[in-house]
């Protein structure tokens, strides 16, 4: 952190002791860039409801596209993206991709969210 000065400030003045040991403990600007990244992906209401789906448990697109009820290219868009984002993973059984949920962070990230808004 940049040296700290002694200046007033419209609040009174900077409370030096408390700057100085919060410094170390508050996110930087790569972590807060990361986090506004997710919070796009997470800003799509199509994404959203694919995590919806997806919370109900695996899903190949066919069940997804019916749930969602959005065109196949849609929804592969939006998988694309969730998956770049690392919210969602995949497996192939045959000639289908199954999609599940990342984990359980990913559940954690929706069902708090679904709680403020419901608040």
């Known amino acids: 952190m940049a040296e700290i000065k002694n200046e007033h400030r419209e609040c009174g003045g900077m409370n030096i ?5 919060l410094e170390n403990e508050i996110h930087g600007a ?10 796009k992906v997470l800003g799509d ?8 789906t997806l919370e109900k448990g695996e899903m190949c ?6 749930l969602v009820d959005v065109t196949q290219s849609a929804v592969s868009h939006q998988l ?6 690392r919210l969602i993973k995949y497996r192939r059984e045959g000639k289908s991709v199954i999609y599940s949920i990342a984990d359980d962070h990913v559940k954690t990230i929706i069902d708090m969210a679904l709680e403020h808004v419901n608040e």
Do not use: G, P, W
């Not at 002791?17 to 040991?21: I, L, S, T, Y």
């Not at 209401?45 to 919806?52: D, H, V």
């Not at 694309?80 to 984002?85: F, S």
């Open 80 to 85: 694309r993206v969730l998956k770049q984002a």
């Open 30 to 39: 790569e972590e807060a860039y990361e986090l506004s990244e997710l919070f």
């Open 45 to 52: 209401s199509t994404r959203l409801r694919i995590l919806f």
């Open 61 to 66: 697109v066919c069940d997804i596209v019916e």
């Open 17 to 21: 002791e408390k700057v100085k040991m």
